[in-house]
């Protein structure tokens, strides 16, 4: 029997006020948070792209799974994913409100740890394995 490879992830929205003000408030129209999903509500969803595509992970996650933490210029995330990290919602999320998104996540079943951080259309990526790190930009 294969085992899933959960990730675990960790997101810092940085902004200034007005942007996390509009970022919480969006998060605010979740009204069932055991159904209601955290991507599709920030950044929405296209039919014609796959999870996959659209947030670089198989499923969303539900508001009641994630825990966020805020104050007027952050907002955390931390939630589980399965297999991959949200790569491509943090980009969606950085470019749709001109913020900063940090990642950090693990894959403890493959040793296996990396960060990103989203800004201007850009991404600087952190790859640990085996204590090792390596730089992509």
């Known amino acids: ?19 996390i003000k509009t970022i919480l408030k969006r998060l605010g129209t979740i009204t069932n948070p055991a ?10 969803r ?3 792209e796959s999870n996959l595509k659209r947030f670089g992970t198989m499923w969303d996650v539900s ?11 952050m907002i955390t995330m931390k939630f589980s ?21 940090e990642l950090i ?11 990103e951080i989203y800004y201007k259309n850009s991404v600087e990526s952190f790859e640990f394995e085996n204590n090792l790190l390596s730089l992509h930009v």
């Open 46 to 48: 296209n039919p014609n």
């Open 81 to 101: 994913t399965v297999s991959f990290p949200p790569c491509y919602f943090c980009q969606h999320l950085s470019n749709e409100y001109d913020v900063k998104v």
């Open 35 to 44: 159904r209601e999903i955290i991507f599709e509500t920030m950044v929405g």
């Open 1 to 19: 029997m294969k085992m899933t490879n959960w990730c675990t992830n960790s997101i810092t929205i940085t902004g200034d006020e007005e942007t």
């Open 105 to 115: 996540y693990s894959i403890p079943n493959i040793n296996f740890t990396g960060k």
């Open 63 to 73: 508001h009641e799974n994630t825990k966020i933490n805020f104050n007027d210029l």
